[in-house]
C-alpha cells in the first residue's frame, strides 16, 4: 500500500517557466514532509521541508505548498533551469525519523 | 566534511552468495538509516540506528538481511544467500537529532548498486 504517491512519472518544462510537481499521501497522522533531488548515480540530495503547520515554505527559487485537508503537496520551481533536470521525490516522516517515498517524478527542463 | 559513503559502489555476484555493505555516515549524526532502491521506485526504508541501537528492523526485506552499528560509528548491511530479487540500489542516509527529538534531513550516500546474477 503506497502511503505516498506521486502520479506523474515524467514531466517536461520549458527554461525559465514553472515546473510543478505534485504528491499525495494517504495517512493523515504525517506531519513533515520533505523533498529530495537525484541525479544519476548518486544518491538523493535534500531540496525543502514543510511542517503540517504551515501551508507554504519558501527557499529560493522553490516553493512547497501542503494542503491538509486533501492530503497534497506541490513543489514549484520557478524559473525553472537546466541543471533542475532530475528525479524529484517528496516524502513524509514516520516516527524515528523514517522517509517514506513517493516513486519519484522525472523533470526534464528544456532549453 | 566529505558527507556519507559508501563501499562498495558496485557490487556483482552469483545467486547464493553473502554479500556485506559498509557506510560511513557523516561523523556527527547519530541517526543512521538504511534504504533499498528498485528501478522506478522511490527509496524503500529498511532498518536503523540511534548510535549503536538498532530501533527497528522490522521492515528488513527478509531474514537474509541484518544490519550492524557496532560503536555508532559506520554500519554494515549483510544480504545472505542473495537472490536475484536483491538485486537494487542500497542507499544509508545519517541525520543529526537533538534531545527533544527534533527531526532532521537525512543525508544520503552515493549508494551501492547490487547485481545478482
Known amino acids: 500500500d503506497q502511503q505516498v504517491k506521486q502520479n506523474s512519472p515524467s514531466l517536461s518544462v520549458q527554461e525559465g517557466r514553472i515546473s510543478i510537481l505534485n504528491c499525495d499521501y494517504t495517512n493523515s497522522m504525517f506531519d513533515y514532509f520533505l523533498w529530495y533531488k537525484k541525479y544519476p548515480a548518486e544518491g538523493p540530495t535534500f531540496l525543502i521541508s514543510i511542517s503540517s503547520i504551515k501551508d507554504k515554505n519558501e527557499d529560493g527559487r522553490f516553493t512547497v505548498f501542503l494542503n491538509k485537508s486533501a492530503k497534497h503537496l506541490s513543489l514549484h520551481i520557478v524559473p525553472s533551469q537546466p541543471g533542475d533536470s532530475a528525479v524529484y521525490f517528496c516524502?513524509?516522516?514516520?516516527?524515528?525519523?523514517?522517509?517514506?517515498f513517493g516513486q519519484g517524478t522525472e523533470l526534464s527542463v528544456k532549453p | 566534511d566529505t558527507g556519507v559513503s559508501q563501499d562498495p559502489r558496485h557490487k556483482i555476484t552469483k545467486r547464493g552468495q553473502n554479500v556485506t555493505f559498509r557506510c560511513d555516515p557523516i561523523s556527527e549524526h547519530n541517526r543512521l538509516y538504511w534504504y533499498r532502491q528498485t528501478l522506478g521506485q522511490g527509496p524503500e526504508f529498511l532498518t536503523y540506528f540511534q548510535n549503536e541501537a538498532q530501533l527497528e528492523k522490522s521492515r528488513l526485506l527478509s531474514d537474509r538481511f541484518s544490519a550492524e552499528r557496532p560503536k555508532g560509528s559506520f554500519s554494515t548491511l549483510e544480504i545472505q544467500r542473495t537472490e536475484q530479487g536483491d538485486s537494487a540500489m542500497y542507499l544509508c542516509?545519517?541525520?543529526?537529532?537533538?534531545?527533544?527529538?527534533?527531526?532532521?534531513?537525512?543525508?544520503f550516500g552515493p549508494g551501492t548498486r547490487l547485481t545478482v546474477t
Open positions: 542516509a545519517s541525520s543529526p537529532t537533538d534531545p527533544t527529538g527534533e527531526m532532521y534531513e537525512q543525508y
Open positions: 516524502a513524509a516522516i514516520e516516527p524515528g525519523g523514517k522517509l517514506i
